[in-house]
């Protein structure tokens, strides 16, 4: 198994400019997360899916949109990127329930000019 | 509502020497209580986790961390540190009784490890 896949590594945007990140899984994970992180904020969660259709909001939602297709991908859109938005920005997954261990991906570093 | 508190944001040891990285935690419900290590340039890995069984937890490379519930803590200790445990940790909580769908991490505490 491949795991949890983010595309890019890397991605430098002009404010304005819109990109999607990509995340993948290939262990029929049913939830799926995106999360952000900053110097000494920790991760904070943006988005994140209970299943195919299904997405919900995080703790700091605003300026990105999600959606979920298919089991496998969960897709993270910055419409107009502005300079706030310039993280590293992880994708995660895990089967449901509380308890259960996230998997994460390797991060996409974002730079916003 | 759910709030982590890592009460130390860099911590220094020697090598050999005991490792006590703080976390306390705010849950209206039962939580779960998470340790995931992050090395340079890396993602996250589990190193541990609380899920209402026993209170002491045992996880990888050596490291244990004990959830009091009276005193609203889950520590993560290491009896001696290796120059390889060098990272942040970060400790995470989420809501058992509603899924668990919004999890809360700490700020995290970045370890030195000194030779």
């Known amino acids: 198994n491949a795991g949890v896949t983010q595309t890019p590594k890397f991605q430098v945007l002009k404010t304005g400019q819109s990109m999607t990140l990509q995340c993948a899984q290939d262990?029929?994970?049913?939830?799926m997360s995106w999360y952000r992180q900053d110097p000494g904020m920790g991760l904070r969660l943006i988005h994140y899916?209970?299943?195919?259709?299904?997405?919900d909001q995080g703790e700091v939602p605003n300026g990105y949109n999600v959606s979920r297709s298919t089991t496998e991908d969960f897709p993270l859109r910055l419409l107009s990127a502005a300079p706030s938005q310039t993280s590293v920005y992880f994708c995660?997954?895990?089967?449901?329930?509380?308890?259960?261990?996230?998997?994460f991906g390797p991060g996409t570093r974002l730079l916003v000019l | 509502a759910q709030s982590v508190t890592q009460l130390d944001s860099h911590v220094s040891v020697s090598e050999g020497t005991p490792v006590l990285l703080r976390c306390n935690y705010s849950s209206s419900y039962s939580p779960s209580l998470f340790w995931y290590v992050q090395h340079p340039n890396k993602g996250l890995q589990l190193l541990l986790k609380y899920t209402s069984a026993a209170t002491l937890v045992k996880g990888i490379n050596g490291f244990e961390a004990e959830f009091k519930k009276s005193e609203t803590s889950f520590h993560l200790t290491k009896p001696s540190a290796h120059m390889s445990d060098a990272a942040e940790y970060f400790c995470v909580v989420s809501d058992r009784n509603t899924g668990g769908f919004k999890t809360i991490f700490g700020a995290g505490t970045r370890l030195f490890v000194k030779a």
């Open positions: 995660a997954s895990r089967i449901s329930g509380g308890t259960k261990t996230q998997y």
């Open positions: 262990m029929n994970h049913e939830y």
């Open positions: 899916s209970v299943g195919a259709g299904i997405t």
